[in-house]
């Protein structure tokens, strides 16, 4: 059987202009790694959304997803929270494991 390590995903669905601002957050803390993916539709609080046909970044939403050591969550999801508390957007926290414990 291959041997698994527990790590946290953390997953946020934001505007896509704030992209940058996450970016550099996560560069300031050495996260190792995350994926950005486009959010095409969905809906919340305010109704549905469409992220399709739209001119410019504003109103477009993205997905971050983040796999990390349990250890640095609590630090990473402080400053997270501190940057997202007056804006648009959710972030999640789950368990997952992973087979190359090295890589986070």
């Given at each position: ?28 803390l050495s ?10 539709f ?11 046909g ?35 957007g ?15």
């Amino acid at each position: 059987m291959i041997k698994t390590h527990l790590k946290k995903r953390i997953e946020m669905i934001i505007e896509a202009p704030l992209e940058i601002n996450i970016i550099d957050l996560f560069d300031e803390l050495s996260v190792k790694g995350y994926t950005i993916i486009p959010a095409i539709f969905g809906r919340g609080q305010e109704g549905v959304w469409r992220g399709d046909g739209l001119i410019s970044g504003a109103g477009q939403m993205i997905v971050i997803v983040s796999i990390l050591d349990p250890a640095r969550v609590e630090e990473i999801l402080s400053r997270l929270y501190e940057f997202m508390k007056n804006r648009i957007g959710i972030i999640t926290i789950s368990d997952v494991e992973v087979i190359r414990d090295e890589h986070f």
